[in-house]
């Protein structure tokens, strides 16, 4: 079992509609979640970042996280042809020897549909 | 931005020659961290640095070494290149505490350096 799952995709919504992205992950103690947008040839963007249980929200993107289900996910509203991007989900395991282990998914390719 | 820069951009070189790559930060992040992203297997941590000269290995670390000499540079050797070195290499920093808050341990990238080994 891979410690951070993503389908990859590709998710095709069409533009205006909501795109939900999905991620599970398999170590209980898992601290803090990421998202992160990456257009192709490009380095990985920092977009939403997730604490606590419940919804989180910062302009057109939610993250949400359910600790108890290992499930954390994103959903973009109002998708534009400029959300298609790779989105790669990352777990933070929380101290491994001093060091705070990130582990990243292999993301989801997400393709709007104008 | 958090001011994050990677050289070279691009390299192309030989099986069995020595390869450095240069990560350069300038504002003063104490965690510097060295990813390879390959297809199928996203981002794989290398070595990573908690201070200077402090460093330590990530998950896929044979065949490399860094070093850390300044808190502003740092580096990442392959000793003898291997085509299953061909890869993007990408430096990340982990973001400064914010003042009287949690924790945090977002990490920003850099632009990356596309490895090809022949």
């Known amino acids: 079992q891979k410690e951070v799952e993503q389908n990859s995709g590709p998710l095709s919504v069409p533009e205006g509609a909501i795109a939900s992205l999905n991620c599970t992950y398999s170590?209980?103690?898992?601290?803090?979640f990421f998202w992160y947008r990456q257009y192709s040839g490009k380095s990985p963007e920092l977009i939403m970042s997730?604490?606590?249980?419940g919804d989180k929200e910062d302009g057109r993107f939610t993250a949400q996280l359910n600790k108890a289900s290992q499930y954390v996910s994103l959903l973009i509203r109002d998708s534009q042809p400029s959300d298609s991007a790779t989105y790669l989900c990352?777990?933070?395991?929380?101290?491994?020897?001093?060091?705070?282990?990130?582990?990243f998914g292999t993301g989801t390719k997400l393709q709007v549909i104008p | 931005d958090a001011g994050i820069t990677q050289s070279p951009r691009h390299k192309v070189t030989e099986t069995g020659t020595p390869v450095t790559l240069r990560c350069h930060q300038t504002?003063?992040?104490?965690?510097m961290y060295w990813y390879r992203q390959d297809p199928g297997h996203g981002l794989r941590l290398i070595h990573y640095?908690?201070?200077?000269?402090?460093?330590d290995k990530g998950e896929v670390s044979d065949g490399y070494s860094v070093s850390r000499s300044k808190t502003e540079d740092f580096l990442l050797t392959l000793e003898s290149a291997t085509s299953s070195q061909t890869s993007v290499y990408f430096c990340?920093?982990?973001?400064?505490?914010?003042?009287?808050?949690?924790?945090?341990?977002?990490?920003?990238f850099g632009p990356g350096t596309r490895l090809t080994v022949t």
């Open positions: 990340a920093i982990r973001g400064h505490l914010a003042p009287g808050r949690e924790v945090r341990y977002e990490q920003y």
């Open positions: 170590d209980r103690v898992s601290q803090s």
């Open positions: 997730i604490y606590s249980n």
């Open positions: 990352a777990v933070n395991k929380g101290n491994s020897g001093g060091y705070q282990k990130v582990t």
């Open positions: 504002e003063n992040h104490r965690y």
């Open positions: 640095s908690y201070g200077v000269k402090d460093t």
